[in-house]
């Protein structure tokens, strides 16, 4: 009898808008710089995302690259995110990044902030 093989699920995972929409804006920013994905104390439930231009890394980064778009996720931050989708929404309330995580308990109206 063989065992079956066993595939980690991504332990943060960048859909194909989120990518096109870094690459399209790392065009405007200097050689080598990636979006950094974290999570900050505060906003309306406790804990809110952040995304900031940078071309400085992290030996211990989660590194996530799809199409042509590199995005950084520090360890601190990575364990609010495991399990998280990061999207990109373009629609007629506006165009964001959405984070859709399977840890918050709640989260405010706009989605930028989320409570554990």
Known sequence: ???????DAPVVILTEAAARRVA???????????LRVGVDGGGCSGFQ??????????EDDLVLEREGA???????????????????????MGRMFKVSNPAATASCGCGSSFAV
């Open 49 to 58: 995302y952040t995304y900031t231009v940078t071309t400085e890394r992290n």
């Open 70 to 92: 590199t995005v950084l996720v520090d360890q601190i931050s990575l364990e609010y995110l495991k399990g998280c989708q990061i999207d990109f929404i373009d629609d007629l």
């Open 24 to 34: 399209e804006i790392m065009k405007t920013e200097a050689p080598g710089s990636v």
């Open 1 to 7: 009898m063989s065992e079956a093989a066993t595939v």
